[in-house]
């Protein structure tokens, strides 16, 4: 009923820069948190960043002052703008959101895209 699509992975030297969209689509009344997650190659996956449905965002540290979420309730789109790139941010990169739908509950849904694949060459 609801699709994340993510958006705008590549390659990209290290130093280089991205900025990564997730679009959220289907029957839905309110979003309320979406976050990034990435998950490494031989690593379990972690946070990158929050942003509440107000955009107040948060950062794990390893990502603060490089990386910035926000997002465009008006386009259902959390975006990552991901600055000075180092060759341990190479990852599959994931949207997540809470979704209440328009025929559910009150009670949100999360929901989780498919991934996009970030490359920083070395």
């Known amino acids: 009923q609801v699709q994340l699509v993510e958006s705008g992975g590549g390659l990209v030297q290290p130093g280089g820069s991205l900025r990564l969209s997730c679009a959220a689509s289907?029957?839905?009344?309110?979003?309320?948190?979406m976050a990034w997650y990435r998950q490494a190659p031989g690593k379990e996956r972690e946070l990158v960043a929050i942003i509440s449905s107000v955009g107040y965002p948060h950062y794990a540290a390893s990502m603060l002052g490089r990386f910035t979420i926000s997002r465009d309730n008006g386009k259902n789109t959390v975006y990552l703008q991901m600055n000075s790139l180092k060759p341990e941010d190479k990852a599959v990169y994931y949207c997540?959101?809470?979704?209440?739908?328009?025929?559910?509950?009150?009670?949100?849904?999360?929901?989780w895209g498919q991934g996009t694949l970030v490359t920083v060459s070395s």
């Open positions: 997540k959101a809470d979704v209440v739908t328009d025929s559910g509950s009150a009670r949100s849904v999360e929901v």
């Open positions: 289907g029957s839905i009344r309110r979003i309320d948190d």
